[in-house]
């Protein structure tokens, strides 16, 4: 016994595999959907990272210029500060990417 779709004649296997494929295109096209949704999201979360990552390096400079009377907002990425030594507490060097080595 056969079921008809769009005219079509079809056993009762062939029948399932249609639903199965019509089916899993549905969960495809939501799937995709949520893909989307979320590399939407990734994008927006790099650009709020770059931004605070951005803002962080400029309230560093500040602070530092601020502490140790020594402007570096024209240092660029390269920046490399060294604490004096008589700062115990606060000693390192920043390399400009964020990261802070210990002294």
């Known amino acids: 016994m056969g079921d008809e779709v769009e005219g079509n004649l079809y056993d009762d296997q062939e029948y399932g595999i ?5 089916d899993l295109k ?11 949704m979320v590399k939407s999201e990734i994008e927006y979360s790099k650009g709020q990272i ?5 803002e962080l390096i400029r309230n560093f ?3 530092y210029r601020n502490r140790y009377g020594i402007d570096v907002t024209n ?29």
Do not use: C, H
Not at 30 to 36: A, I, M, P
Not at 50 to 54: G, N
Not at 79 to 90: I, T
């Open 75 to 103: 240092a660029g990425d390269d920046l490399e500060l060294v604490l004096p030594a008589e700062d115990d507490d606060v000693r390192g060097s920043w390399n400009g990417s964020g990261v802070m080595g210990g002294g």
């Open 18 to 22: 249609l639903m199965r494929i019509r």
């Open 50 to 54: 770059d931004a605070i990552r951005k």
């Open 26 to 36: 549905m969960s495809y096209k939501d799937q995709f959907t949520e893909l989307q």
């Open 61 to 63: 400079k500040d602070w």
